[in-house]
Structure formats: structure tokens, C-alpha cells
């Protein structure tokens, strides 16, 4: 059925827990995966009268942002290792998480995305958005939804 699954992650409960589950269904089919982490864009934004955060801030933050990235990905990676499933990692900085998850699916020829939803109410999900619904509405390939 399915070969080639895409796990991205955020590293919140919910995601490690479709994480495990993403990896016992790729066991199952004898299918590989990709975990994938979208890197937030970080943004010099100007302050009061112009004042403009640092380089050497942005930096850091950059350099965090991607420890943080590194290691939700190797908690994917324990994961597959654990249940024998090839398992490949792949972090960008897309403009939004719904672009990138879609992007690393297209990009590494999956066939499938296994993702977690929040589950957060109609109104939460208005007000804040959702990255489930957004790569629900535009993906191409099907997405099982983990809750």
C-alpha cells in the first residue's frame, strides 16, 4: 500500500505520540520514513524607534531553533531504529508548517503523511489556524490524521 511515509513533527505530546505510531504502521507495511521538522522563521523585528534586534541574537536563536530541530528528529529516528524502519530526517525553514510538510513530501516522494492533530476546538482553530487542516486542503497525496 504505502511505501514511503512522511512523520513531521513540532515535538509536542501529541506529535511523539502519532511519532509511535507513524512508525509501528510504517513497520507494518514494510514501508520507510522521513521524519521532517518546518524551522521557524525568525524575523528581525524592529522595536520602539527602530531598534532592530541584533545579528549575533538572530543568530542564536537560529542555532537553537536547530539543536531543537535535531533533537525531535533523533527522538524519530530512536523510533524507527527501535522498530526497524529505515528512517531518514529533513528540516527546512519554510514559510509556513503546512508549505514545508508539503514541500519535504514532494521533495522526498512519499506517499503519504502521518501527521498529529491538536484537536483544538472550531474556534481555537479559526482563531489560530491549523497546520493539520492547511496540509489536509492541499496535499496531493493522502494524510492520515493521528488523534
Excluded: N, W
Excluded at 115 to 123: D, K, T
Amino acid at each position: 500500500m504505502f511505501k514511503h511515509v512522511l512523520i513531521p513533527t513540532d515535538g509536542s505530546p501529541v506529535a511523539r505520540k502519532a511519532v509511535r505510531a507513524g512508525v509501528r504502521l510504517a513497520r507494518d507495511l514494510g514501508a520507510k520514513v522521513t521524519a521532517y521538522y518546518a524551522m521557524e522563521v525568525i524575523q528581525p523585528y524592529a522595536f520602539g524607534d527602530g531598534y532592530i534586534l541584533d545579528t549575533s541574537v538572530l543568530l542564536g536563536m537560529d542555532r537553537q531553533a536547530k539543536e531543537i530541530g535535531r533533537k525531535y528528529l533523533a527522538a524519530v529516528e530512536k523510533a524507527a531504529k527501535a522498530a526497524g524502519v529505515p528512517c531518514q530526517t529533513l528540516m527546512t525553514k519554510p514559510d509556513t508548517a503546512a508549505e514545508g510538510i508539503i514541500a519535504a513530501a514532494r521533495k522526498r516522494k512519499c506517499d503519504v503523511i502521518f501527521m498529529a492533530s491538536h484537536g483544538r476546538g472550531e474556534f481555537a482553530s479559526l482563531v489560530l489556524g491549523s497546520v493539520t487542516q492547511k496540509v489536509l486542503a492541499r496535499s496531493k497525496i493522502p494524510v492520515l490524521v493521528y488523534r
